[in-house]
């Protein structure tokens, strides 16, 4: 009953009672302002957080095949060594293009080839997957 006594005692008090309450929810509206940036900036934050893991992600996927195709590439060219060898080895060319000389021949998910230098006594194999290439040399005396 005090409280009721003053306010109509004064109109003073009636004002500055007003203006505490005006005071109190103008903080509780600077509150719920700050309270949105802080997190419309985490989640600003978060997002360009998540973009840069994807594109981490798809840089190294990407690099992960390069390296597959590399390797599948060089064992394509070893095959293609294997079979060059084994048409000189055994005198035989079921090609008619000289023996050692292995036309583009498709393996697996790639093509290899070999070329025979009869001069220089080399043998020169490459295999190709996915466009990346890797090519095999060797220099032989005799086989």
Known sequence: MIGKSVIALSG?????????????TQKRYNVKGAILITTIIILVFLTVLGMSLIAFLFSRTAYS????DRLKSLYLAEAGLSKAIWELRFDVDPDGDGPGNIPKTKLG???FWTRHDFQVSTLTAT?????????????????
Do not use: D, F, H, P
């Not at 003073?12 to 109190?24: D, G, M, T, W």
């Not at 095949?65 to 597959?68: F, G, I």
């Not at 295999?127 to 086989?143: D, F, L, M, P």
């Open 127 to 143: 295999g190709e997957v996915n466009k990346t290439r890797r090519t095999v040399q060797i220099k032989y005396s005799a086989i």
């Open 65 to 68: 095949q390069m390296q597959l």
């Open 109 to 111: 998910e790639g093509l």
């Open 12 to 24: 003073y008090s009636v004002i500055a009672l007003e203006q505490r309450k005006n005071a109190k």
